[in-house]
Antibody, heavy 122, light 107 residues
């Protein structure tokens, strides 16, 4: 059974940092690209970061470029999201998602974690 | 970047009705389009990929169509479990983007 479990969410002050983790099981982790998708309270879905199976390629939305970093540890079956210089508008549920598809950049998401809530507020 | 626009934003329907949701891309995305269903407090669930391919385990009353810039998600006979919010997503290239969502409500 495929499982993705996020952790590390919480309340942080503006300008602060937070690291989310997503531990996966039930599939060969390094065979698959992964992404983080967020959802602000009462709003729609926003793709924010992606990473290739090996970790050598990363992709960022403009809204987080220079502030957020995606990485993975394939030995630990874990995906990470390092968030720095957090802003109020980063408040959201952050989902990790397993990507499946073809080629280098054509991926949709067949499994999602339950989400981790990040609240940026003073 | 490619923008995705869904219509309508809200749709009211009854059990047994057939409904169609439309998703338009700001430029051609071939058939690199997925549809997801999301219920309150839950993660999204994949329904359709490559515009018209049904994900395993998804009921056959769901179908997708279109290519290029215009796409549809059709539910042929609504069941009580189908009342949720639906999102389209392009995956032609990074950065990916989602439509703003269509909330399907019980009439």
């Amino acid at each position: 059974e495929v499982q993705l479990v996020e952790s590390g969410g919480g309340l942080v002050q503006p300008g602060g940092s937070l690291r989310l983790s997503c531990v996966v099981s039930g599939f060969t982790f390094d065979n698959y690209a992964m992404s983080w998708v967020r959802q602000a309270p009462g709003k729609g879905l926003e793709w924010v970061l992606g990473i290739s199976g090996t970790g050598s390629l990363t992709y960022y939305a403009d809204s987080v470029k220079g502030r957020f970093t995606i990485s993975r540890d394939n030995l630990k079956n874990t995906l990470y999201l390092q968030m720095n210089s957090l802003r109020a508008e980063d408040t959201a549920i952050y989902y990790c998602a397993k990507a499946v598809g073809v080629g280098a950049t054509n991926y949709f998401f067949d499994y999602w974690g339950q989400g981790a809530l990040v609240t940026v507020s003073s | 970047d490619i923008q995705m626009t869904q219509s309508p934003s809200t749709l009211s329907a009854s059990v047994g009705d057939g409904v169609t949701i439309t998703c338009r891309a700001s430029q051609s995305i071939s058939n690199w389009l997925a549809w997801y269903q999301q219920k309150p407090g839950k993660a999204p669930k994949l329904l359709i990929y490559k515009a018209s391919s049904l994900e395993s385990g998804v009921p056959s009353r769901f179908s997708g169509g279109g290519s290029g810039t215009e796409f549809t998600l059709t539910i042929s006979s609504l069941q009580p479990d189908d009342f949720a919010t639906y999102y389209c997503q392009h995956y032609k290239s990074y950065p990916y983007s989602f439509g703003q969502g269509t909330k399907l409500e019980i009439k």
